[in-house]
Nanobody, 120 residues
Framework: VQLQASGGGLVQAGGSLRVSCAVTGSIVRIGAMGWYRQVPGKPRELVAS???????NYADSMKGRFTISRDNAKNTVYLQMNSLKPEDTAVYYCNADIRTNFLSNPQTYWGQGTQVTVSS
């Protein structure tokens, strides 16, 4: 199982960016999916998460600016980021709770991270 994140880059403050994360491999079921971010010297923090049914949860500082969504047919989760601020600069990581066979419990898998840089 692999999670491949893409879509990061450099954007000016106030701009928008969408990052994607596709899950590939032998999968029985994908449960909750999410996005986290991390800056050097600080712990990884939750940005947003979404259940398999589409219920979303956001960190307070992202509410109203970020939107998480998923396409279950494509095993992909998205994060649309609007009104970006320099303090949103971080490496963004996706994760997903994945069941790979019917005999095991779901495990959490992580993507490799994608850099988002917001210039002032």
């Amino acid at each position: 199982v692999q999670l491949q994140a893409s879509g990061g880059g450099l954007v000016q403050a106030g701009g928008s960016l969408r990052v994607s994360c596709a899950v590939t491999g032998s999968i029985v079921r994908i449960g909750a999916m999410g996005w986290y971010r991390q800056v050097p010297g600080k712990p990884r923090e939750l940005v947003a998460s979404i259940t398999s049914g589409g219920s979303a949860n956001y960190a307070d500082s992202m509410k109203g600016r970020f939107t998480i969504s998923r396409d279950n047919a494509k095993n992909t989760v998205y994060l649309q980021m609007n009104s970006l601020k320099p303090e949103d600069t971080a490496v963004y990581y996706c994760n997903a709770d994945i069941r790979t066979n019917f005999l095991s419990n779901p495990q959490t898998y992580w993507g490799q991270g994608t850099q988002v840089t917001v210039s002032s």
